[in-house]
């Protein structure tokens, strides 16, 4: 279904998007159905009736076994050529997507086929939507940092066309500091870093991933309100943080929708964006994430478009590609 986008919500970047979790369950049927697999829900509707989170992990499972209708290079292009459609729709005009390659290649699909295929469709996205794109490949915090190193080395020797990386997965008992020696090879690779922190795990996740692992950015970040100390360093240093106002309702990192601290985020003057997540599973993409905000918050012009305009301004986009969207 395509909801209109927000006519009052200018032209912004989505900095924190899951391509994996763009997977549509009618896409996961038709995947299925090309390529011969037997999917363990018997109808659409069987589907998506295990869309109820109680947490981050029971998300997560859903979102790997979801996986394994993805086996084609194709298949990757056509998931992402979705999503790109569907993003032009919602407004967002330049998108910096994460992707995990780790959880393709322990079910034996290569690195090049995920990323082939991805970057087939990213290739096409600014003639076709007129929206520019970034690739950040994000390793899996729950599985050895040795795999993640040398993952990420198979992708610098393959020149792999990715701007940066990034840390998801389960994040309660995987704190940042296991990675330290990968974002220091990331950097010496000239690559841009960001990292899940304080989504469901504690505050100084957030800033171990700031003082051990150098990051750019912080995706999600909401646990910083349990440290003002914290919140004031974030401030001062005007540090991005990708906030996923839907997803944190249907993980249940926040009780509901009125609960968010999005507007205490804005209030302490934080550089925050909205952002989807894995929109086909949180019930929204970008402009869905916009309208929830505005009408739980009552944001006004001024706010949406400050939100916007920290998209742009937090990206990895060049100089010139900014100010064009700003
Ligand atoms: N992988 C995909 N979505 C994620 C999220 N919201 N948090 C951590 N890992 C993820
Ligand atoms: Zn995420």
Redesign the pocket.
Known sequence: PTTPALSSTPPCAEL?L?I??TLEPELIFELAGRNGITLPYASLDELRARYRFTD?QS??DL?YANMDVLRTEADFADMTRAYLRRAAAAGVRHVEM?M?PQAHLVRGIPLETSVRGVCAALAASEEEFGISTALIA?F??DRPAEEALDVLEDLLAMEAPIIGIGL????VGNPPEAFIGLYRRAREAGLRTVA?AG??GPSHYIEQALDLLLVDRI??GIRCLDDPELVQRLVHEKIPLTI?PL?NVR?QAVDSLAAHPLPQMLEHGLNISVNS??PA?FGGYADDNFRAVQEAFGLDRAQLGLLAANSIEASFAPPGRRAELL
Request: hydrophobic share 30%; proline share 0%.
């Open positions: 924190h899951h994996e979790g981050l998300f997560l979102y994460m995990d994000a899996l915090r998801d997965s389960a994040e899940h989504e469901e995706d999600h996923c997803s993980l997540d894995d599973y």
